[in-house]
């Protein structure tokens, strides 16, 4: 017999962490763990601080010139990141 109340565990989760609106903190842990992989050892090693809050990615680079190499690759790290979730987490890239 199966019941209209199932669930899997990953969905109990997902539910859980928006709940506890702690969903983006994940993510961002997630990334942060991956961004090398994503974005290359460059990137990586100049990149402060990230964050995700309201489907935009915050990137904080010690680099004027990779900020602005960057902001003209936004389209393309958003497809990076969204690949990478399966689905879209992100719309819009922020660079400080």
Do not use: F
Not at 34 to 39: C, F, G, R, T, V
């Amino acid at each position: 017999m199966s019941s209209k109340n199932e669930y899997t565990i990953k969905d109990l989760i997902q539910k859980m962490l928006k709940s506890y609106q702690i969903e983006d903190k994940v993510q961002e842990t997630e990334l942060r763990q991956s961004w090398e992989k994503l974005m290359g050892s460059m990137i990586d090693k100049h990149t402060v601080q990230l964050a995700i809050k309201n489907e935009k990615l915050y990137l904080k680079v010690d680099s004027p010139v990779l900020r602005q190499e960057l902001s003209y690759g936004k389209s393309l790290i958003i497809e990076k990141v969204n690949d990478h979730y399966g689905k879209a987490v992100i719309k819009d890239v922020v660079l400080r």
